[in-house]
């Protein structure tokens, strides 16, 4: 492979990137090989030290990405910094899919509870107006209030729990990628 042969397959393989991000890359890389001719070495063993394309591909589209979500985090930028560092290998796989899946799970557990809380005061309003009820309107109004107030209080326990969580996995995301390279 010549350095024209790597340096075109890197560009083929960074194509999702943005355009900035991939001439920065291509650029770095460039300089790489300049200075290493310089210092007497040729494409060949250039090529060597620094591996496949595809493996410097992959490491670099999981740092951008999980650069990207510690920047701009949303839900988005986190499933992509995932789905990123998930390409690095079958290791990662377990590494990473796993805790993902466990929190998300428990996340949508948290939700549902919430939606849950936030929709009983209604029912239970529902329920005494169209039943035939033996009791008085306060008796329901108090247990709607306790109820609907709790559902509120963890609606925003939530965002905050989401947020917190969203940027402790893209952290163990950039732990992962540390230990890949090693």
Do not use: C
């Amino acid at each position: 492979m010549t350095r024209d042969e790597f340096l075109w397959e890197l560009e083929q393989l960074l194509k999702d990137l943005p355009e900035i991000e991939r001439q920065d890359i291509l650029m770095d890389y460039k300089e790489h090989f300049y200075n290493a001719l310089e210092s007497g070495k040729d494409d060949e063993e250039i090529i060597r030290s620094l591996g496949s394309p595809k493996v410097i591909a992959k490491e670099l589209k999981a740092n951008y990405h999980i650069h990207r979500a510690q920047t701009q985090a949303s839900v988005r930028s986190v499933g992509r910094a995932i789905i990123a560092t998930l390409s690095l290998g079958l290791f990662n796989l377990l590494l990473v899919a796993g805790p993902a899946i466990g929190i998300v799970a428990v996340l949508l557990g948290l939700y549902a509870t919430t939606l849950a809380l936030l929709a009983a005061p209604f029912g239970l309003l529902v329920g005494y107006l169209w039943t035939d009820h033996g009791f008085e309107l306060l008796d329901v109004v108090f247990p709607m209030m306790a109820i609907g107030g709790l559902g509120v209080m963890m609606a925003v326990g939530m965002i905050y729990l989401t947020r917190w969580v969203g940027r402790l996995f893209v952290s163990y995301l950039r732990f992962n990628l540390k230990m890949i390279r090693g």
